[in-house]
Each structure stands twice: as structure tokens, then as C-alpha cells.
């Protein structure tokens, strides 16, 4: 079994998974990547963020993304999320526009989002590394397979989860969550490409889930 440092409720959930033989493989892969030289986010410190931030039975919401971001200073293991004080991108942009509209909530200054997975949001990307510069550069390595089993280990201990699936990666990715006790929400990405084209200003996502988590009596998000 690889020795990962993660939160220890994940740790115990995915133990079936560390032990695998992919996995090792995957393991062996990045630190090759991290001791290469190459620049490779997030810090290696960062990979399992959005797990260390949401323990298993805290988890109210997964935001499902693909890949980190590949700029300097953005990802931090958390989807769609960047440091403090790094400029939003432009996707985060429509996040907070789609809230503002749907909420009333102004557009914070900062693309932080750690104060959502501390309330139980799992900004889940589908892989967790990625090499500067070079989007989708470790794809098809093993990391969608981990965050298949992730989500797949969460529907079958948890219920009662909303999944936000934006665009046709994620809601592939998400299509065998089992819908009789959860709730999945669809819509198009909120980068400017898609959203522009119509779907995502509008879907009010954030309110269907806090209407869901108080209906299940669950504390809702402050988004």
C-alpha cells in the first residue's frame, strides 16, 4: 500500500485504492514529475487538499472540475479555487456573477475558496496534477480512475449529497451517481466559451442545492 498523506476518514474510505496497483504506478509517475525539474501544480503539499479541507462525513456538495490550473501561483488543490490574493479566472468569475444573480451575494474580491470546503463543498478535480503550462498533460494516468473511486466510495457510504456536473466532462464522469439519494445538478461549464453560449447564467445552482440540504436538514452553504 502506498503511504499517502491525506485526512485520515479518506485515508481509511479509499484504502482499496492505495493498495492498488495503479495507484502505485500513478504514485511512482508524479514524484518522478515533481523531482524532475519540471514545474508541476500544485505543490506537492497541495494534491489532497480538497480532502484534507472535507473529511468523508462532513462532505454536503462535490463540484466536479478536470484538471488543476497550469499558471503560476493559481491552483492550490482545490477546483476552481486559487490562492489568496491571485486574480480570479475567468471561470470563478462566472461562478460568482451565476450566485450574485442567484443569491443577491456580491462578487468577493477574493477567488479563495476555501471557505466553501470548510463547509462541507469537495472541490474535486478529476486529475490532481498538472505540468505548467501544458493543460491535460497528466491526464490518462491514473488520476481519473482515483476520482472515479472517490466519487463512487462517496455515493455508497454517504446519501444526501448534491453534485454540481458542469459541462459534458463532469456530468460523464458523474453519470453513475445514483440520483434516487442525491441530488445532481447539470448545466454547461462556467468558462467564458460556454457560458456565454447560454445555460449556465441562470441555472441557479447554488440555491437548489441549500433548498436540497435544508430539505434533508442539513445546514446550507454560504456561498
Known amino acids: 500500500m502506498v503511504d499517502v498523506r491525506i485526512e485520515e476518514s479518506w485515508k481509511s474510505l479509499l484504502a482499496e485504492e492505495f493498495a492498488s496497483d495503479y495507484f502505485y504506478e500513478l504514485t511512482n509517475f508524479v514524484r518522478a514529475e515533481y523531482g524532475s525539474g519540471k514545474r508541476i501544480y500544485p505543490a506537492g503539499k497541495n494534491i489532497f487538499n480538497a480532502f484534507d479541507r472535507c473529511p468523508v462525513d462532513k462532505v454536503k456538495v462535490v463540484i466536479l472540475g478536470q484538471d488543476p490550473y497550469h499558471e503560476e501561483g493559481q491552483a492550490h488543490g482545490l477546483c476552481f ?83 454540481m456536473l458542469w459541462g459534458a466532462y463532469a456530468q460523464k464522469k458523474g453519470a453513475f451517481i445514483d440520483t434516487t439519494k442525491n441530488l445532481v445538478l447539470k448545466s454547461v461549464h462556467p468558462s467564458p466559451l460556454s457560458a456565454n453560449r447560454g445555460g449556465w447564467f441562470g441555472n441557479h445552482h447554488f440555491s437548489k442545492a441549500n433548498d436540497y440540504l435544508v430539505s434533508v436538514g442539513q445546514e446550507p452553504i454560504d456561498w
Open 81 to 163: 479555487s486559487v490562492p489568496e490574493g491571485v486574480t480570479p479566472p475567468p471561470s470563478l468569475i462566472n461562478i460568482f456573477k451565476e450566485i450574485k444573480s442567484d443569491l443577491g451575494k456580491e462578487v468577493p474580491l477574493s477567488g479563495n475558496l476555501e471557505r466553501w470546503a470548510d463547509q462541507g463543498v469537495l472541490l474535486l478535480n478529476a486529475t490532481l496534477t498538472v505540468e505548467a503550462h501544458k493543460a491535460g498533460s497528466h491526464q490518462k494516468r491514473g488520476w481519473e480512475r482515483f476520482t472515479d473511486a472517490v466519487i463512487r466510495h462517496l455515493t455508497e457510504k454517504r446519501s444526501n449529497i448534491v453534485f
